[in-house]
């Protein structure tokens, strides 16, 4: 028989005994060799296989500058603010530390979002921690990224109860207490001007009873405090929207009563209130079931609305069916905001579960927003999606902001 590799004749016998050694010692060798070949061929084989399996190892450290694993593939889906009719904006809170350190987090949030609002960089204690030293940069960080991103920027908050820097001292005389709230609302308005679209001038100015709720600027300055800082905003900058923010006041309530009453009486004083902004930090499970009745009674005082630091916080553990809720409650709280032509925007507070205030704040509670740890769009996403892809408002309809 021929020996297809070398060419070379072979003899093959029955009993071995019947051949010569020194054919016998070839054979051997032969026989060593082949299953040396074999060996490397399946040792070669092997190696080729793990490495396509487990990849090379290098793949998995990102390369300088590349996004990291988990960042999201382009979606190859319409996002939402491509979805979004024009009029209304579709926008989320930024934590400054992954806007400059996550480049997943960045991408998300220019694709998804046409407007940001700063979660907690324009605060008074962060913007200007000893008096007259103001920190700009987790602001302006902001404001570059949106108008990089051809975003809106919605600046929060001038007037708070809360993040009130430590040298503002309750022992102030009301003038100087005043002079300096007035400097901060006109520094900050100025620095932006133009570049702001709304501002929340005043936030949560009501307690859960309605009335005024107790702080340093009413205990100070008297209830007319919430219209002067409305002054001087409109004064720093006439073209930004000005709103008055709060929570527990998306349905009809006592609280949402009272904050009817006061818009409605600013702007009978001729107050340039533009505009009323409805927190919508909300329950999986018990949503505000006359959101749209009670956003259309503010809209008929001559206002703008907004959604503006929406969440749907999840009892733990988090199951299938509660985020299944979830996703509706998301749905009929953006169905409210489109019911109405006032509705102008439609703000969620963080879009991603791994940068939520609500776990710290509402023990036993998180899970709250679009997407999840790992940038994964949740149902919630996919119902907001789905709802504007339904919509029938023509997007191209000019926007009829009041
Ligand atoms: O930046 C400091 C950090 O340097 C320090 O090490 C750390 C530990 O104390 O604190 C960090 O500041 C925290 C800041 O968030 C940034 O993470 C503050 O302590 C913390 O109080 C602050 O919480 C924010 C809270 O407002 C108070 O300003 C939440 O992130 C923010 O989501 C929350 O947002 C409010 C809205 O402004 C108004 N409506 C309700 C909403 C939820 O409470």
Same mark, same amino acid.
């Given at each position: 028989?021929?020996?297809?590799?070398?060419?070379?004749?072979?003899?093959?016998?029955?009993?071995?005994?019947?051949?010569?050694?020194?054919?016998?010692?070839?054979?051997?060798?032969?026989?060593?060799?082949?299953?040396?070949?074999?060996?490397?061929?399946?040792?070669?084989?092997?190696?080729?296989?793990?490495?396509?399996?487990?990849?090379?190892?290098?793949?998995?450290?990102?390369?300088?500058?590349?996004?990291?694993?988990?960042?999201?593939?382009?979606?190859?889906?319409?996002?939402?603010?491509?979805?979004?009719?024009?009029?209304?904006?579709?926008?989320?809170?930024?934590?400054? %530390?992954?806007?400059?350190?996550?480049?997943?987090?960045?991408?998300?949030?220019?694709?998804?979002?046409?407007?940001?609002?700063?979660?907690?960089?324009?605060?008074?204690?962060? !913007?200007?921690?000893?008096?007259?030293?103001?920190?700009?940069?987790?602001?302006?960080?902001?404001?570059?990224?949106?108008?990089?991103?051809?975003?809106?920027?919605?600046?929060?908050?001038?007037?708070?109860?809360?993040?009130?820097?430590?040298?503002?001292?309750?022992?102030?005389?009301?003038?100087?207490?005043?002079?300096?709230?007035?400097?901060?609302?006109?520094?900050?308005?100025?620095?932006?001007?133009?570049?702001?679209?709304?501002?929340?001038?005043?936030?949560?100015?009501?307690?859960?009873?309605?009335?005024?709720?107790?702080?340093?600027?009413?205990?100070?300055?008297?209830?007319?405090?919430?219209?002067?800082?409305?002054?001087?905003?409109?004064?720093?900058?006439?073209?930004?929207?000005?709103?008055?923010?709060?929570?527990?006041?998306?349905? %009809?309530?006592?609280?949402?009563?009272?904050?009817?009453? !006061?818009?409605?009486?600013?702007?009978?004083?001729?107050?340039?209130?533009?505009?009323?902004?409805?927190?919508?930090?909300?329950?999986?499970?018990?949503?505000?079931?006359?959101?749209?009745?009670?956003?259309?009674?503010?809209?008929?005082?001559?206002?703008?609305?907004?959604?503006?630091?929406?969440?749907?916080?999840?009892?733990?553990?988090?199951?299938?069916?509660? !985020?299944?809720?979830?996703?509706?409650?998301?749905?009929?709280?953006?169905?409210?905001?489109?019911?109405?032509?006032?509705?102008?925007?439609?703000?969620?507070?963080?879009?991603?579960?791994?940068?939520?205030?609500?776990?710290?704040?509402?023990?036993?509670?998180?899970?709250?927003?679009?997407?999840?740890?790992?940038?994964?769009?949740?149902?919630?996403?996919?119902?907001?999606?789905?709802?504007?892809?339904?919509?029938?408002?023509?997007?191209?309809?000019?926007?009829?902001?009041?």
């Amino acid at each position: 028989m021929t020996d297809l590799l070398s060419g070379r004749r072979h003899v093959v016998a029955a009993d071995r005994t019947a051949v010569p050694s020194g054919v016998r010692g070839d054979a051997r060798r032969r026989r060593r060799l082949g299953l040396i070949v074999a060996a490397v061929l399946v040792l070669v084989l092997v190696v080729t296989g793990l490495a396509v399996v487990a990849g090379d190892g290098v793949e998995d450290e990102p390369r300088a500058g590349a996004p990291p694993p988990s960042a999201p593939a382009a979606p190859d889906r319409p996002t939402l603010r491509e979805l979004m009719p024009s009029g209304v904006r579709i926008g989320s809170a930024v934590d400054g %530390r992954p806007l400059s350190l996550d480049p997943a987090y960045r991408a998300l949030l220019g694709t998804e979002f046409n407007a940001v609002t700063t979660e907690n960089a324009m605060k008074w204690r962060s !913007l200007e921690p000893s008096e007259g030293v103001y920190v700009w940069a987790g602001a302006d960080q902001l404001v570059e990224f949106a108008e990089q991103h051809d975003q809106e920027v919605y600046g929060h908050t001038l007037v708070w109860h809360s993040d009130v820097p430590t040298w503002v001292s309750p022992q102030w005389p009301a003038e100087r207490v005043r002079s300096a709230l007035k400097d901060h609302v006109t520094e900050v308005v100025s620095r932006y001007r133009g570049r702001v679209w709304a501002w929340d001038v005043v936030n949560e100015v009501l307690d859960e009873d309605g009335s005024l709720r107790d702080t340093l600027w009413l205990r100070k300055l008297g209830p007319g405090y919430i219209a002067d800082a409305f002054r001087w905003a409109h004064a720093a900058d006439p073209g930004a929207r000005l709103f008055i923010n709060d929570y527990g006041v998306e349905g %009809r309530s006592r609280k949402a009563d009272a904050l009817l009453k !006061l818009v409605g009486e600013l702007r009978r004083d001729g107050v340039p209130v533009d505009g009323v902004g409805f927190q919508s930090h909300l329950p999986w499970d018990a949503p505000p079931p006359d959101l749209t009745a009670n956003l259309r009674r503010f809209a008929d005082l001559g206002v703008s609305v907004a959604i503006t630091e929406l969440d749907v916080r999840i009892e733990l553990p988090v199951t299938p069916a509660k !985020l299944k809720r979830q996703a509706e409650v998301y749905r009929d709280v953006l169905r409210s905001c489109l019911a109405l032509s006032a509705c102008v925007s439609f703000t969620v507070w963080g879009f991603t579960d791994a940068r939520s205030w609500i776990p710290g704040y509402h023990r036993g509670y998180g899970a709250a927003c679009l997407f999840d740890e790992d940038l994964r769009p949740k149902p919630a996403y996919s119902a907001l999606a789905d709802e504007l892809g339904r919509l029938t408002r023509p997007t191209a309809a000019p926007a009829e902001t009041p």
